[in-house]
């Protein structure tokens, strides 16, 4: 096994429990080590942005922008799904006796960053591979200095749907499953060579936050399967042969069938007492947008 050291990079301290969840899975299905933490140190508030740079962030939201800051709302008064509550990344015991650097990346531009070199090399010489689940999108160095690469997952399969707000599309367009990819990063928003790719089914009454909740609970068996992958003498990762188009915001339209059926969805499943299925956790979330 020579895909065995891996570096998590992530961006605070406490995360969300469903990244916690998959990586506890891989240290649990195989038999890598964890001997460094990458950990996001920038301070990076909205408030403290320019006004132009906050013009250009709100328009890039379009349509969503109410929707998303009406569910923030909500979770600030009623709290995350289970899926998204953070814990401190020591309650994974492969993670308690990893070397944990703090990093303040380089931002190349309003979107992109980069890791400093000699961080860079310290990740090359002391581990494999990367597991993104911090940062935003990464470019420079990194993405080919580690033998492996770095891995991210993307809410969807890339060769049929690209962009930021994960199973939307699929949702709104009634497609009968949503994908996930665990891909080998390269310079391409949600272009990279693919690893791993599974996904999940979305049923008639389903909510939006139901298809978040079924995607987010395979990641640790794709992570499992995409280092099985790696380890793979004959494995190459794949380069799509097709991507699909980057979507970012719906139009008005678009939004209001997608509030329609998602409404419409939840308000069905808390008249029948909120029933999950196999693959779901019960949440008080039905219909949870971020």
Same mark, same amino acid.
């Given at each position: ?24 899975? #891989?240290? +649990?299905? &195989?038999? !890598? ?7 996001? %140190?920038?301070?990076?508030? /909205?408030? =403290? ?45 492969? #993670?308690? +006796?990893? &070397?944990? !650097? ?7 531009? %309003?979107?992109?960053?980069? /890791?400093? =070199? ?173």
């Amino acid at each position: 096994m020579d895909c065995e050291r891996v570096c998590v990079l992530l961006d605070d301290e406490c995360c969300p429990a469903y990244q916690l969840s998959a990586i506890r899975e #891989l240290a +649990e299905q &195989t038999s !890598v080590e964890f001997p460094l933490i990458v950990i996001n %140190d920038d301070e990076f508030r /909205l408030r =403290d942005q320019s006004p132009s740079y906050l013009a250009r962030r709100f328009r890039s939201w379009g349509s969503l922008l109410p929707v998303c800051a009406a569910t923030e709302l909500s979770r600030a008064i009623r709290g995350p799904p289970a899926y998204d509550e953070r814990h401190h990344y020591s309650t994974v015991d492969a #993670l308690t +006796e990893s &070397t944990v !650097v703090r990093c303040s990346p380089l931002w190349e531009d %309003d979107r992109w960053r980069s /890791l400093p =070199d000699p961080l860079v090399d310290r990740i090359a010489t002391e581990t494999d591979v990367a597991i993104r689940f911090g940062f935003g999108l990464l470019t420079g160095r990194i993405l080919a200095a580690l033998e492996y690469g770095v891995l991210s997952f993307h809410l969807g399969d890339i060769r049929e749907y690209r962009g930021r707000i994960g199973a939307f599309w699929e949702y709104l367009e009634d497609e009968p499953a949503a994908g996930v990819t665990l891909q080998q990063l390269t310079q391409r928003v949600d272009g990279g060579r693919i690893v791993a790719v599974d996904d999940v089914p979305i049923e008639p009454r389903d909510t939006y936050g139901a298809v978040k909740r079924r995607q987010r609970s395979i990641l640790g068996e794709l992570l499992v399967e995409g280092v099985q992958n790696l380890n793979d003498p004959d494995f190459e990762p794949r380069v799509p042969e097709t991507l699909g188009p980057y979507r970012s915001s719906p139009t008005v339209p678009e939004l209001g069938r997608f509030l329609r059926k998602n409404g419409t969805n939840a308000v069905r499943r808390v008249v029948t007492g909120n029933r999950v299925t196999e693959n779901e956790t019960p949440s008080h979330h039905v219909d949870d947008f971020s």
